[in-house]
């Protein structure tokens, strides 16, 4: 069983995974098939007998002896052995009759092509009911209202499309079918190839989820490009893609940016469109590049494939014309990227040997005379600058110029620079050879220099991205400290009344107990009381209203500020009440509360969280007071967060910039404030009662963090615990953290891992032997490879619905915590089984700990779902052998010479 530096073994995806029957089928049944000249069943019947699958194709159709020359059976019972996959084309009412005979004759997949299902209303919603009753957990089904699916890999074409995709390494997924059958046609006039070619439909089974997990396995897959109009599961689809956009790049069109287009989607696919910038938040955390049009797709696909990724968004131009480096200047800065500012060492460089009349300034025009040489020179000037992260070559034809001879000395550049670069070879017939050049070598080359700086922004966008994923956080609070039962009493006390308003005085407390300052608060219920706690409490106070019902004070005067003696605050309250009063009623007045004035010197800030109807609970940062709505300055993100996490949200704002110090004033505490989101969205998903929670302000300076007022409003009652919206992210597992103590005396805290954790994990594996590292990966691993950051990270900032790793720690001399033991259960994909790993530190073993562990382990795999837990093992690990099989694991008496022992245990 491996350690914490192995991802798991797993099964070989392409010989184990449910959903090779649609895409590796080797039958297929066509019901409908038909020889209708221009009828779908016709269509998809010839392209499955002309593409060279290999697998036995059987046309049912009760009415004919053969189509198209192959035998017919009347039914799916008669068929002579049972296929794989069954695809069908029949009216949308004869399809739940015919998906429950081959679920019956135990065909395990199925693409239903037909329309008519929810998109054509209640009657069609009710037909994909029963559909799903019918197939559920007996057969995985693509579908309905779908193209249809090929695997031009293996010559597949289970589609009406008029044509077959070329083979290739793209997996393209799409809702749309005419869409499909539009970049079908692109591709082939473009030699493009795909490793899959799916129409989705309404995706009633099979999802994006789904299918990003299915070709994220597949090895012939390099790139996932997605057309989406809903998101089917939102968690299962962003557990896949943080998955796998550690390795592949995720490229996704989303319609329905503005409201008519989302309505559009809404009534184009049945299925709800969602918050189109909770979306994009979604799609940040994941690593998954959203682009805004079809060319951008196939844009970025060609550039990931041949050109690393840019560290930053600053980018170096050399032109050989003023103009179209202005216009590259312009979309690059409408797209968020940064001019390069050149480096003296450039400047000199590009000074010694460019003509007195160059541009001195990036753009770097190099002029309309300029040479091949002079192209290649500053190419190199510029790709040693580290203050640039990519370059652009833009070049136009004159009189002077040869395009195709300065691609050919371009071309050697391609690769080898560490940095992305892309070229803009303008113009007609003169320039195609040299662009068609540069395309070969491995620069992607277009006609116009701002299509070239689009995609540079995509590129430098999807790589900040992708190092959100990779980079460590530091430990905020990780749950330590939280009172909880104070946070659920007033919740229940609430709700215990028949309210679904918090207070402002309730709001503050159960802000107090996730360690978010708030300004003292009390309650006064006549002017009396009022003056007295403002006496108590110093002036100058602030009296807010004391409400029930009402949460936005200031809409009825229920705010009066700097009140510096005891009769202003008599009279406030008087006016506080007659206002009330006067606007909405007096039952909505239960008195004032009383605060001090607190000292506006900071920033106003917001932070917010309400309920997606796709995605749940979303969290909101941004500028804070009166103004909010007005100046819309504000970033939305997922909970739960970490530092790192935290810090990304708010770099999306303008106020992050003011809040690092401007103009000589000092920066807020930024630890700080990470700290406060971190423990924010803590609150947020250990209480899914709240529907939504505002603070505003909460004000930020130097010195302190303060919410000066809060809002909160729960989930009606009558809403179960078990519907409350849930996190599409999964939060930490806390309930299966907790303490062991051994035979020996010796007390361990055992828990899941965090990403916090990787320093310990660093630290872990220089404690283990080459022996224990030995049997843990039947043979040496060396030390760096094992401690390498980017490894150690995707180990430690796990998915918890994919894996769970238990870490196990105890108190080192020093007093601090020394990480000792990892256990890991990873699901195989398509599986409901999962893969342990398990290793124990030199120092900790024989003291029953691997017991131990193990055994949580198995509790949690119950708990989980998991079917069945297997293990492989060196054949002289006799430790790890005799824990398993003392807890009911099957293994082989004897193993294979220089293969694993695999044991399992059925759950």
């Known amino acids: 069983m491996n350690d914490i530096a192995d991802a798991p073994i797993g099964l070989n995806a392409r010989d184990s995974h449910p959903l090779d029957v649609i895409f590796r089928p080797r039958g297929v049944a066509l019901v409908g098939a038909s020889e209708r000249p221009g009828s779908v069943g016709r269509t998809v019947m010839w392209n499955l007998l002309s593409s060279p699958f290999g697998g036995t194709i059987y046309p049912v159709n009760q009415r004919r002896s053969n189509i198209l020359g192959v035998r017919t059976y009347p039914s799916l019972a008669e068929l002579p052995e049972r296929p794989d996959l069954v695809v069908v084309t029949t009216p949308a009412p004869s399809v739940p009759a015919i998906l429950r ?11 239903v092509i037909s329309a008519g299902f929810k998109e054509a209303g209640p009657e069609g919603i009710a037909l994909e009911r029963e559909i799903a009753e019918i197939t559920a957990g007996k057969m995985r089904i693509i579908g309905p209202n779908c193209l249809g699916v090929m695997n031009p890999v293996i010559g597949l074409n289970a589609t009406f499309a008029a044509r077959s995709a070329k083979a290739g390494s793209v997996a393209f997924l799409s809702q749309s079918g005419a869409l499909c059958t539009a970049v079908l046609d692109w591709s082939l006039k473009e030699n493009v190839g795909f490793s899959g070619f799916v129409s989705m439909g309404s995706m009633l089974d099979v999802d994006f989820g789904t299918l990003v997990d299915y070709y994220g396995n597949d090895p012939q897959t390099k790139a996932i490009v997605v057309y989406m109009e809903s998101i089917g599961d ?11 956009s550690l390795d592949k790049p995720i490229i996704v069109i989303k319609a329905g940016r503005t409201a008519a287009a989302a309505k559009a989607a809404a009534s184009h696919t049945g299925s709800l469109t969602g918050s189109d910038e909770v979306l994009d938040a979604a799609f940040r955390r994941v690593g998954v590049l959203r682009v805004n049009g079809i060319d951008d797709v196939f844009d970025m696909t060609d550039a990931l494939a041949k050109q690393p990724l840019p560290k930053g968004k600053k980018l170096c131009i050399v032109t050989n014309a003023g103009g179209p480096g202005v216009l590259a200047t312009d979309a690059l800065s409408q797209g968020g990227g940064e001019l390069a500012e050149l480096s003296a060492e450039s400047m000199a460089a590009f000074d010694a040997m460019l003509p007195p009349m160059w541009s001195h300034n990036n753009p770097v025009d190099i002029l309309g005379d300029a040479e091949p040489e002079r192209y290649a020179k500053c190419l190199e000037i510029a790709a040693r600058d580290p203050s640039i992260d990519g370059m652009l070559v833009i070049m136009t034809p004159q009189g002077m110029t040869n395009p195709t001879e300065i691609a050919q000395h371009l071309s050697l550049y391609a690769q080898n620079l560490g940095k992305p670069v892309l070229a ?13 050049l540069l395309n070969r070598a491995g620069m992607p080359s277009y006609a116009y220099p701002d299509t070239a700086v689009r995609v540079f922004n995509y590129m430098w966008k999807y790589s900040e991205a992708l190092a959100g994923l990779y980079e460590t956080p530091s430990l905020a609070t990780a749950g330590d400290g939280h009172d909880r039962a104070a946070a659920q009493a007033i919740i229940g006390s609430v709700q215990a009344e028949g309210r679904t308003i918090l207070t402002e005085y309730e709001s503050k407390k159960l802000l107090s107990a996730y360690g978010i300052a708030t300004t003292p608060t009390e309650i006064a219920t006549n002017p009396e009381a009022a003056a007295a706690l403002a006496q108590g409490m110093g002036f100058p106070v602030v009296l807010k209203l004391h409400s029930l019902t009402i949460t936005h004070k200031t809409d009825v005067g229920g705010v009066i500020l700097n009140l510096r003696d005891a009769e202003a605050v008599a009279e406030a309250y008087a006016k506080i009440k007659a206002s009330v009063t006067e606007k909405v009623g007096a039952e909505h007045f239960q008195g004032v509360t009383v605060q001090p004035m607190a000292k506006l010197d900071g920033y106003e800030l917001i932070l ?14 941004g500028s804070g007071g009166q103004l909010v709505e007005v100046f819309s300055d504000k970033a939305l993100g997922l909970p739960p967060l970490n530092t790192t996490l935290a810090r ?23 630890a700080a404030l990470e700290g406060l989101l971190v423990r924010f969205s803590e609150l947020i998903v250990e209480n899914p009662r709240i529907a939504e929670l505002d603070i505003n302000p909460l004000l930020a300076s130097p010195e302190r963090l303060l919410a000066l007022d809060a809002r909160i409003v729960l989930h009606p009652a009558e809403i179960a615990d078990a519907d409350l919206p849930k996190p599409a992210i999964r939060p930490y597992p806390i309930q299966y953290a907790g303490t062991w103590t051994s035979a020996k005396g010796e007390t361990f805290t055992i828990r899941p891992v965090r990403p916090e954790d990787e320093p310990k994990a660093f630290d872990f594996h220089h404690t283990l032997s ?3 590292v030995r049997k843990r990966h039947l043979g040496p691993v060396a030390l760096e490879d094992r401690i390498a950051h980017v490894r150690l990270t995707q180990l430690c900032f796990i998915d918890y619905d994919r894996e769970m790793a238990l870490v196990a720690f105890r108190k080192a001399p020093d007093g601090k915590d020394e990480m000792v033991a990892v256990a890991r259960l990873s699901k195989l994909p398509g599986s409901d089984d999962a893969e342990l790993n398990v290793v124990i530190s030199d120092s900790a073993q024989h003291q029953g700990l691997g017991t131990e562990i193990t055994e949580r382990m198995i509790r949690i795999a119950r708990a989980e779902g998991i079917t069945a837990i297997v293990a492989s093992l060196a054949e002289d690990n006799r430790d790890m052998r005799k824990i398993i099989e003392g807890l009911a694991f099957a293994i082989p008496l004897a193993c294979a010479p220089d293969e694993p022992c695999l044991a399992r245990l059925p759950l």
């Open 234 to 244: 939102p968690q299962r689809f962003l557990s896949a893609a943080r998955q796998v």
């Open 608 to 621: 917010g969280a309400s309920v997606d109807p796709q995605f749940g609970p979303v969290l909101l940062f």
């Open 101 to 111: 005979e081959a679920v019956e004759a135990g065909i395990p997949g199925g693409i």
């Open 648 to 670: 990304r949200m708010m770099e999306k704002t303008k106020i992050y910039t003011a809040l690092k110090g401007v103009r000589g004033r000092a920066s807020v505490d930024m």
């Open 770 to 772: 080459e022996e224990t």
């Open 424 to 436: 803009s070879w303008m113009g007609g017939d003169s320039v195609a050879e040299g662009d068609d």
